[in-house]
């Protein structure tokens, strides 16, 4: 799981393997370690009724409804995304990047725009 954060917006980006485990178990958890302190991001189904991140103790949690987390591990549908305050919140699916980039992409979810790049 990737997270992006660029001023008032959190990007969390997830992988084939790790929607599956989100399916799975309702939650995904990844940690970054930063030497003196750990920064964990979570993302979990809940019943609140749209996206809703919290931040405490070095911990950003996105609640996804449940009906969303349905709808996005069941079907195509790459994201959601929601105004949580000023805060905007996104959880997409990863596609793999059209151009080439050294980290592992191949757990990715294949661009739909990779079609179209080979006809031009």
Same mark, same amino acid.
């Given at each position: 799981?990737?997270?992006?954060?660029?001023?008032?917006? $959190?990007?969390?980006?997830?992988?084939?393997?790790? $929607?599956?485990?989100?399916?799975?178990?309702? $939650?995904? !958890?990844?940690?970054?370690?930063?030497?003196?302190?750990?920064?964990?991001?979570?993302?979990?189904?809940?019943?609140?009724?749209?996206?809703?991140?919290?931040?405490?103790?070095?911990?950003?949690?996105?609640?996804?409804?449940?009906?969303?987390?349905?709808?996005?591990?069941? !079907?195509?549908?790459?994201?959601?995304?929601? !105004?949580?305050?000023?805060?905007?919140?996104?959880?997409?699916?990863?596609?793999?990047?059209?151009?080439?980039?050294?980290?592992?992409?191949?757990?990715?979810?294949?661009?739909?725009?990779?079609? @179209?790049? @080979?006809? @031009?």
């Amino acid at each position: 799981m990737k997270i992006r954060i660029r001023g008032n917006s $959190v990007r969390y980006r997830l992988t084939q393997s790790e $929607v599956e485990q989100f399916k799975d178990q309702g $939650v995904i !958890t990844e940690r970054t370690d930063f030497g003196n302190k750990m920064l964990t991001y979570i993302l979990r189904a809940s019943d609140e009724p749209e996206l809703k991140a919290t931040y405490d103790n070095d911990i950003i949690t996105l609640l996804m409804p449940q009906a969303q987390a349905e709808e996005w591990t069941d !079907t195509d549908r790459v994201g959601f995304e929601n !105004t949580n305050g000023k805060l905007l919140l996104y959880v997409e699916k990863d596609f793999k990047c059209l151009d080439n980039v050294a980290e592992d992409q191949s757990d990715n979810y294949p661009n739909p725009l990779a079609a @179209h790049s @080979h006809e @031009h």
